[in-house]
């Protein structure tokens, strides 16, 4: 009999850890964007359910 959890819980792994490096890279780009690109990555980012607040004037991201 095959265990498929096993394998089941470690493609969720493998895909949040993916999800994960891509917010990290556009996050990255944030920091040498122009203003347009800032916005669009930040479009980008609000549709892949990161959380993002504002804090002492700063903007916050909660991956």
Avoid: H, P, Y
């Amino acid at each position: 009999m095959i265990d498929w959890t096993f394998g089941n819980r470690m493609q969720r792994q493998e895909r949040k850890a993916a999800c994960l490096m891509w917010k990290q890279r556009k996050i990255e780009e944030l920091m040498n964007a122009s203003t347009q690109q800032f916005f669009i990555i930040i479009l980008m980012l609000r549709q892949s359910d990161t959380r993002m607040f504002v804090e002492n004037g700063r903007l916050k991201l909660q991956l």
